[in-house]
Each structure stands twice: as structure tokens, then as C-alpha cells.
């Protein structure tokens, strides 16, 4: 079992940067695929990212292909969410999950409570 905790959110001005982490406890921590959702005011939770439990594979939601990446580095238990070229549509709650499968779906096992970004215009 691991514990998803987010950090690294805040405000930037839009073609701005942010760096997002996702530290989970756990010995198992490198068995997990870990994913990043994200939910917008009045709108349905989405899928933005997520990597492998080796961090070999990688999927991408296509609205921030080329823009954002996933990593993952185990030895610190964390996943790395770096987001570029920020727009204010990006404006969000991200939420970092935890689960057995490599999966664009929300069907993660254990969830973070999130992590708010906010892209001005």
C-alpha cells in the first residue's frame, strides 16, 4: 500500500513553468504505476500523465503532449510531473494515483488529495 502526497503547485503567468512531485511511503513503491489527473472547476476529472512503475513507459493525455513530462525516480519514491509552456486552460487541481497498471483511466488504487495550479493570462 503507498500514500500519494502532491506538492509543487502555485500561480504562474501563462508560458510558464511548474514542477510537480508526488512522493508516496511504501517499500513497494517502484511495483505502482503512478498517474496524474486533473480536475477543473465544473468539469469532469481528466487524465493528464503517467509512467510505469520502472519508468520505462509513458502516456500522455494529447492536450499537453510536448508540453508536460513525467519521471519518476525511485530510489527517492517520488514522480515528477514538469509542466511547460503553461495555458490557463491548465488551471487545475492535480492529483497524483497510485495503482498496479499502466492506465489513461482513473482506475488507480490510492489517490493524493491535490495540489492546486492556477496559469494567469
Known amino acids: 500500500q503507498v500514500q500519494p502526497v502532491e506538492s509543487g503547485g502555485g500561480l504562474v503567468q501563462a508560458g510558464g513553468s511548474l514542477r510537480l512531485s508526488c512522493t508516496a511511503s511504501?517499500?513497494?513503491?517502484?511495483?505502482?504505476?503512478l498517474g496524474w489527473f486533473r480536475q477543473a472547476p465544473g468539469k469532469e476529472r481528466e487524465f493528464v500523465a503517467a509512467?510505469?512503475?520502472?519508468?520505462?513507459?509513458?502516456r500522455y493525455a494529447d492536450s499537453v503532449k510536448g508540453r508536460f513530462t513525467v519521471s519518476r525516480d525511485n530510489a527517492k519514491n517520488t514522480v515528477y510531473l514538469q509542466l511547460n509552456s503553461l495555458k490557463p486552460e491548465d488551471t487545475a487541481v492535480y492529483y497524483c494515483?497510485?495503482?498496479?497498471?499502466?492506465?489513461?483511466?482513473?482506475?488507480?488504487?490510492?489517490w493524493g488529495q491535490g495540489t492546486q495550479v492556477t496559469v494567469s493570462s
Open positions: 494515483a497510485a495503482g498496479p497498471i499502466l492506465t489513461m483511466l482513473p482506475r488507480y488504487d490510492y
Open positions: 511504501g517499500r513497494t513503491f517502484s511495483s505502482y504505476a
Open positions: 509512467v510505469n512503475g520502472g519508468g520505462v513507459f509513458t
